[in-house]
Nanobody, 123 residues
Framework: QVQLVESGGGLVQAGGSLTLSCAVS????????MGWFRQAPGKEREFAAA????????YYADSVKGRFTISRDNVKNTVNLQMNSLKPEDTAVYYC????????????????WGQGTQVTVSS
């Protein structure tokens, strides 16, 4: 059973930075991409960023472009999300996810999800 384990969430002031990490427990299958989604209270889960596993192409939501950077280590099977210039509206539970097919901006492209890590940005 594949497991995704996130770490690195917490409380930060507006303008600050956090780095989220996600570790994949095993590589018994082909990873097409890894992504980060987020869900704020009372809102639907939304796409934040994704990275193609082999060629490292990156994709970002307009709301985070220029502030967030996704990266991956395909030897250690980890993916990171560096978040800079954080805003109160970035407050959410952030989920790491693994996709085995294209369509990285859509939740239905992802087969496995982590349990989420809370990010809170105070004003």
């Amino acid at each position: 059973q594949v497991q995704l384990v996130e770490s690195g969430g917490g409380l930060v002031q507006a303008g600050g930075s956090l780095t989220l990490s996600c570790a994949v427990s095993e590589r018994t299958f082909s990873i097409y991409a890894m992504g980060w989604f987020r869900q704020a209270p009372g809102k639907e889960r939304e796409f934040a960023a994704a990275i193609h596993w082999n060629v490292a192409s990156t994709y970002y939501a307009d709301s985070v472009k220029g502030r967030f950077t996704i990266s991956r280590d395909n030897v250690k099977n980890t993916v990171n999300l560096q978040m800079n210039s954080l805003k109160p509206e970035d407050t959410a539970v952030y989920y790491c996810a693994l996709a085995s097919r294209a369509g990285v901006r859509r939740p239905d492209a992802y087969d496995y999800w982590g349990q989420g890590t809370q990010v809170t940005v105070s004003s």
